[in-house]
């Protein structure tokens, strides 16, 4: 698969596409959208003025406002990029101003909860595609987004039962025209699954800083400069946005109870391993997860970091 997304389409894709919430997601696909012409206009909405103003500064979207109905207006994709909590409160405000045969999205890290929160509110004739691109940073906000984000990433489409077929396929071709391979699943089977391979070794990583920072014989200012090695791959999880991450928690929860239960039995286990100086159930765990790291790279799926305006290639 080529390293840079594809050239303009001739056609857009969408006439209108309006973003709600201009942080990392947001302001990464009105990039590509607009590298790669799949809308001829893009709105973007936010509650925030200062993120408002750096978005017209960068100059990444041709309508800007933090009028929601208004917004959204005219739209025909709609795509809600804001923490998982606030998609109600959002769905709430914009349902009276959809047009018919609108698509409204989202690229929430949950997708049970997004659905139960938006689905009541949409009006007949609009259809809703859930959507969760796996592919992000620590980073938030308007200047840490780039084109190339999704690029070579899963973007995952959890429809609910009866969603207009037509209108799945509009969003397998935007995420496919973003550059992320697509799969179909419902809510509730990616729930468990991100659940394990994104929400709890997000918990894992908030746990281990803050025990760590907590410790009373290991100060902060050691925490800080003994943290070369692994640790220091855990910070830069735990550097998450907290609003974000807060949400999924909340907002997953039985799955990540669910998880969490059969980790600390898994733990247990080393624990004892250790214990007992069972060397070899400990090198066996540790040569099936090389292994699986290993594979991880061969597929190319190591995450991109964010330029902040330093010079990167085209996308
Ligand atoms: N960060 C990641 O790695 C990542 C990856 C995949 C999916 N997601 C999902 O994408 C969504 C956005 O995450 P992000 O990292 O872009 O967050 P972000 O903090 O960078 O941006 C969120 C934006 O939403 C705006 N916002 C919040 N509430 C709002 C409201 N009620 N109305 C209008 N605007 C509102 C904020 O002002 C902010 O600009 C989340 O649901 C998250 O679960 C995040
Ligand atoms: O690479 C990172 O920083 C991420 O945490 C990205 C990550 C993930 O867990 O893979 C985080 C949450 C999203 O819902 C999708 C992607």
């Known amino acids: 698969?080529?390293?840079?997304?594809?050239?303009?389409?001739?056609?857009?894709?969408?006439?209108?596409?309006?973003?709600?919430?201009?942080?990392?997601?947001?302001?990464?696909?009105?990039?590509?959208?607009?590298?790669?012409?799949?809308?001829?206009?893009?709105?973007?909405?936010?509650?925030?003025?200062?993120?408002?103003?750096?978005?017209?500064?960068?100059?990444?979207?041709?309508?800007?406002?933090?009028?929601?109905?208004?917004?959204?207006?005219?739209?025909?994709?709609?795509?809600?990029?804001?923490?998982?909590?606030?998609?109600?409160?959002?769905?709430?405000?914009?349902?009276?101003?959809?047009?018919?045969?609108a698509i409204v999205s989202d690229v929430g890290s949950v997708k049970a909860s997004v659905i139960a929160q938006?689905?009541?509110?949409?009006?007949?004739?609009?259809?809703?595609?859930?959507?969760?691109?796996?592919?992000?940073?620590?980073?938030?906000?308007?200047?840490?987004?780039?084109?190339?984000?999704?690029?070579?990433?899963?973007?995952?489409?959890?429809?609910?039962?009866?969603?207009?077929?037509?209108?799945?396929?509009?969003?397998?071709?935007?995420?496919?025209?973003?550059?992320?391979?697509?799969?179909?699943?419902?809510?509730?089977?990616?729930?468990?699954?991100?659940?394990?391979?994104?929400?709890?070794?997000h918990l894992i990583a908030y746990n281990i800083v803050g025990t760590a920072a907590d410790l009373e014989t290991v100060t902060q200012s050691e925490v800080i400069k003994f943290s070369a090695g692994g640790f220091r791959d855990f910070t830069r999880i735990a550097a998450s946005d907290p609003t974000m991450w807060r949400d999924v928690f909340l907002h997953n929860k039985e799955a990540v109870l669910e998880m969490l239960a059969r980790l600390n039995e898994d733990i247990a286990l080393l624990a004892r391993a250790i214990r007992w100086g069972e060397g070899d159930k400990l090198h066996d765990l540790f040569t099936r997860t090389r292994a699986i790291r290993r594979g991880i790279i061969s597929q190319g799926q190591e995450t991109p970091e964010p330029d902040f305006g330093r010079r990167r290639e085209d996308p």
């Open 1 to 101: 698969m080529p390293n840079r997304l594809g050239p303009p389409l001739e056609t857009p894709l969408f006439d209108r596409i309006a973003l709600i919430g201009l942080g990392l997601i947001g302001s990464s696909i009105a990039r590509a959208v607009r590298h790669r012409n799949l809308a001829r206009t893009i709105v973007a909405i936010d509650r925030d003025d200062a993120t408002l103003a750096r978005v017209r500064e960068l100059r990444i979207a041709d309508e800007v406002t933090s009028d929601l109905a208004a917004g959204v207006r005219g739209a025909d994709l709609v795509i809600l990029c804001v923490p998982v909590g606030a998609c109600e409160t959002v769905a709430k405000t914009m349902k009276a101003s959809l047009k018919a045969g």
């Open 118 to 201: 938006v689905q009541p509110h949409l009006p007949d004739g609009v259809s809703f595609v859930p959507a969760h691109p796996v592919a992000g940073t620590e980073y938030s906000g308007p200047d840490a987004g780039f084109a190339t984000l999704f690029l070579k990433r899963w973007c995952i489409l959890t429809p609910p039962e009866g969603t207009d077929e037509a209108a799945i396929e509009r969003m397998r071709d935007f995420w496919s025209a973003l550059g992320s391979d697509v799969e179909v699943m419902t809510a509730q089977h990616h729930d468990l699954v991100l659940a394990i391979t994104s929400h709890v070794p």
